[in-house]
């Protein structure tokens, strides 16, 4: 796997986190990676995978070769948040204008009747620390059907931000204002726009690649076996989105239950990586979930081949 990933002269440093920093690639349980390359230095940031009432931190992982992990612990706690009382989780971090963005979701409106949903913290540095910016969720409602969380957000080489989001199901995509705290509308004057593909169950990720728009979205139950990733192209960053295929699923010699990930390109180049949770064979509670990445392979038609999964 390292042979792979350090595609120009990154240095080998003599001590490596986990296993010679293979898969698993940083240590303990966390889960929903999304990541960002800022200034040279790739970052990731997860949830800290505890389960619903102990879930009340984030910490951040980055590098410069994606083999030699830094921890930066706490960079965003519910201690900090008015609104959040339990659990955080499904950090999702953009850069704009020389700030640092991460949505997260917070509190359980489904299962707790408080408020809750999607918010967004901002810090001057990717390390945070990253504050609260509204005082209250950027979205605290079901629409179309869609639990507010698990965002991922996309700017466009136009400048237009987009939010896709949603459990239970469902997926919106959304637009943000160049304030990145507060919702445009679509074309239509509508906000929430449901953009739903077949088998979606939550975890939505968007990416370009050569001019095309690719939704990802994880399908099948986050605490089973057969959690997986699927995805779909696009001509427009709003759909249609068709499902083409199961790209990533559990492998019965590797791991179980991979899924909720996010995409990363090596800067000037078409290196792809899709960065996600997985379960080790050895385990079935549904937080035992670790960070795993491998190689993302297109055909030259841009569809996507399938995800062989590295057991390092
Ligand atoms: O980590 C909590 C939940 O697990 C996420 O919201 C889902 O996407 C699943 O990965």
Redo the contacts with the bound molecule.
């Keep these: 796997l390292i042979a792979m990933l350090v595609p120009s002269a990154a240095v080998a440093a003599p001590e490596y986190s986990t296993s010679e920093a293979g898969n698993p690639f940083v240590d303990g349980w966390y889960?929903?990676p999304d990541t960002e390359v800022y200034n040279g230095r790739y970052w990731v940031f997860p949830?800290t995978?505890k389960g619903y009432y102990e879930?009340t931190s984030l910490d951040a992982f980055s590098s410069t070769d994606m083999v030699n992990w830094t921890k930066h612990p706490n960079v965003l706690n519910t201690a900090n948040i008015s609104w959040a009382k339990y659990?955080l989780?499904?950090p999702a971090p953009v850069q704009r204008n020389g700030k640092y963005y991460l949505y997260f979701?917070a509190n359980d409106i489904q299962n707790n009747s408080q408020l809750g949903g999607i918010g967004v913290a901002v810090a001057d540095r990717p390390e945070g620390p990253y504050k609260d910016a509204l005082g209250k969720p950027l979205i605290s409602q079901f629409h179309n059907g869609a639990q507010p969380?698990?965002q991922d957000v996309f700017i466009d080489d136009d400048g237009q931000a987009y939010m896709y989001y949603g459990?239970w199901h469902h997926a919106n995509v959304v637009k943000l204002n160049p304030d990145m705290t507060s919702l445009a509308t679509h074309a239509d004057g509508s906000t929430y726009k449901e953009i739903t593909p077949e088998n979606y169950?939550?975890?939505s990720y968007m990416f370009k690649r050569n001019g095309r728009y690719y939704l990802m979205w994880?399908e099948g139950g986050?605490?089973g076996p057969d959690?997986s990733v699927s995805y779909a192209m696009s001509d427009s960053p709003t759909g249609p989105f068709r499902k083409l295929d199961k790209v990533l699923a559990q492998d019965p010699a590797v791991a179980r239950g991979s899924?909720?990930h996010s995409v990363v390109n090596v800067p000037g180049t078409d290196i792809w990586y899709i960065v996600y949770?997985r379960r080790p064979l050895s385990e079935t509670d549904?937080?035992h979930?670790q960070l795993a990445y491998d190689r993302l392979y297109f055909n030259s038609d841009g569809t996507i081949r399938r995800v062989a999964m590295q057991v390092k």
């Design positions: 889960a929903d949830t995978s879930q659990a989780w499904a979701a969380i698990d459990g169950t939550e975890g994880s986050w605490t959690y899924g909720h949770h549904g937080n979930r």
